[in-house]
C-alpha cells in the first residue's frame, strides 16, 4: 500500500475499515463478493461518466445474496479506500484462480525474476503441473503465492 496506495501506509489504517453487518462482513472474509468500480451511465449535460463502487458476487457460496446484493452501490465510501479495495479485488481473484494454476496440468506462466541490483527480469517459462503444485500449492494465507525461495 505504501507504494500504491498514494500516500497510504499498510492495511491497519482508517481507510481500510469498512463496516458491515456481521452476516456480510462473513461473506466479505470469505472472498464470496467483491467491491469494484462500475461507470455510471453518463447524464444529461455531463462530458464525463462518473465511476461508482458497487458490490459484486463472485462466489456460489453467496448465492442468497445474489437477488439483494449483487449490482448494490456502496453509498459511504472514502476516496483513500479504492487502493485497498482493489488489493481485496486483487486477492480474492487470485485465491479462485490457484486450483486452475495447481490443478496438474502443464501451463505457460510468466515469472518475476530479481538479480542482485533489484533490476526486475519478466520469463515466459513452460512449468509442469507437479512444479506448479509444488511451488504454488504451499497453503495457509500465502494460499495463491509461491512458497519462499522460489524465484521472483
Known sequence: MKIYGAGLRDID???????????????????????V??????????????????????????????PTYHNTLVESLRNSSRAYLFARFAWAI???VKLFVINGYPRHVIRIYK????????????????????EYGGGGSQAATRRRGSPG
Open 94 to 96: 487470485l485465491f479462485r
Open 37 to 66: 468500480p462500475k461507470i455510471a451511465k453518463v447524464e444529461t449535460g455531463s462530458a464525463t461518466p462518473s465511476i461508482r463502487y458497487v458490490t459484486h458476487i463472485i462466489s456460489r457460496d453467496a448465492a442468497e445474496l445474489w
Open 115 to 134: 538479480d542482485e541490483e533489484s533490476a526486475i527480469e519478466y520469463k515466459a517459462e513452460h512449468c509442469t503441473g507437479k512444479m506448479l503444485s509444488s
Open 13 to 35: 489504517n482508517q481507510a481500510n475499515i469498512l463496516p458491515l453487518r456481521k452476516d456480510i462482513y462473513h461473506c466479505f472474509d470469505n472472498r464470496w463478493f467483491v467491491i
